[in-house]
Every structure is written in C-alpha cells, then in structure tokens.
C-alpha cells in the first residue's frame, strides 16, 4: 500500500511540474523558504539559550 500511494505521489508530482512548471518552481521555492525559515529559528533560540 505504502508502494502504491508513494508511486502515485511521484506521478502526481511529475505530471504537476511538465503541466504547471512555474507553478510548481514557485511550491518548491516557498517550500524550501520555510525550511530555511525554520532552520534560523532553531539556530536563534539555540544562540539565545547558550548565550
């Protein structure tokens, strides 16, 4: 079952990205803007809490 719903998670994603390019540089973007977002937090409360 995990097979099956992963397979079809990949071919929903490749048939966004050849549909909807820009759309979907722009989810990857923002995605990976919340990411790096989340990474400074961490950092930040680590420096706050060793300093």
């Known amino acids: 079952m995990k097979k099956v719903l992963g397979g079809l998670a990949?071919?929903?994603?490749?048939?966004?990205?050849?549909?909807?390019?820009?759309?979907?540089?722009d989810a990857i973007r923002t995605a990976a803007g919340a990411v790096g977002q989340g990474?400074?937090?961490?950092?930040?409360?680590?420096?706050?809490l060793f300093s």
């Open 10 to 25: 990949i071919l929903f994603a490749l048939f966004y990205l050849f549909t909807q390019p820009v759309a979907a540089a």
């Open 39 to 48: 990474f400074e937090a961490v950092i930040d409360f680590l420096t706050a």
